[in-house]
T-cell receptor, first 115, second 114 residues
Framework: QKEVEQDPGPLSVPEGAIVSLNCTYS??????FMWYRQYSRKGPELLMY????GNKEDGRFTAQVDKSSKYISLFIRDSQPSDSATYLC???????????????FGQGTTLQVKP | DSGVTQTPKHLITATGQRVTLRCSPR?????VYWYQQSLDQGLQFLIQ???????AKGNILERFSAQQFPDLHSELNLSSLELGDSALYFC?????????????FGQGTRLTVV
């Protein structure tokens, strides 16, 4: 079983729809949760960052973390064709002496927003 | 533009060969991370360097090695290449030793082994 599970999709929605992207994880030590957006043939770009549980909003994007359920979500309101990309969840934990906090990524969900 | 520069952008080579991928981190960033992205495995952490020293290893094969130089640029060496090594290789950098906050990714090197 992978540490982080994410449905690869693809997910296709009409312009203006609310998009919900989700990840589940198994490692209860994860404390830092991020969402990256990756356009085709480009490097991942950090969208949202959340520490521990709770919600965070940034414009049309809202990130939610439910540590009790080991479940995180990214909501995109009023989706636009320019939002079409692959969305990757990523998580890290401070572990022992190494303390690297390296990111463990989900598989990524491909989103297409149709005009 | 993230400020992280990777060269080359594309690389095609034959099985059994050796290649070197290069990464220049953002100005001021001390940590460099290498990731491999393939269709079936997603983004897999390979190795991290912090201020010239190896800090963490992930799923890096023995045929692969890396180093970070005094000017903080890093190189990933891949040897005895196999078809299965074909993937996108990303470098990321961050200020601190941890990747917990903001890490910036380069545009990647697409490696094709034929």
């Amino acid at each position: 079983q992978k540490e982080v599970e994410q449905d690869p999709g693809p997910l296709s929605v009409p312009e203006g729809a609310i998009v919900s992207l989700n990840c589940t994880y198994s490692n209860s030590a994860f404390q830092y949760f991020m969402w990256y957006r990756q356009y085709s043939r480009k490097g991942p770009e950090l969208l949202m960052y959340t520490y521990s549980s709770g919600n965070k909003e940034d414009g049309r994007f809202t990130a939610q973390v439910d540590k009790s359920s080991k479940y995180i979500s990214l909501f995109i309101r009023d989706s636009q064709p320019s939002d079409s990309a692959t969305y990757l969840c990523a998580m890290s934990a401070i572990t022992g002496s190494s303390n690297t906090g390296k990111l463990i990524f989900g598989q990524g969900t491909t989103l297409q927003v149709k005009p | 533009d993230s400020g992280v520069t990777q060269t080359p952008k594309h690389l095609i080579t034959a099985t059994g060969q050796r290649v070197t991928l290069r990464c220049s981190p953002r100005s001021g960033d001390l940590s460099v991370y290498w990731y491999q992205q393939s269709l079936d495995q997603g983004l897999q952490f390979l190795i991290q360097y912090y201020n010239g020293e190896e800090r963490a290893k992930g799923n890096i094969l023995e045929r692969f090695s890396a180093q970070q130089f005094p000017d903080l640029h890093s190189e990933l060496n891949l040897s005895s290449l196999e078809l299965g090594d074909s993937a996108l290789y990303f470098c990321a950098s961050s200020v601190a030793a941890q990747m917990n906050t903001e890490a910036f990714f380069g545009q990647g090197t697409r490696l094709t082994v034929v």
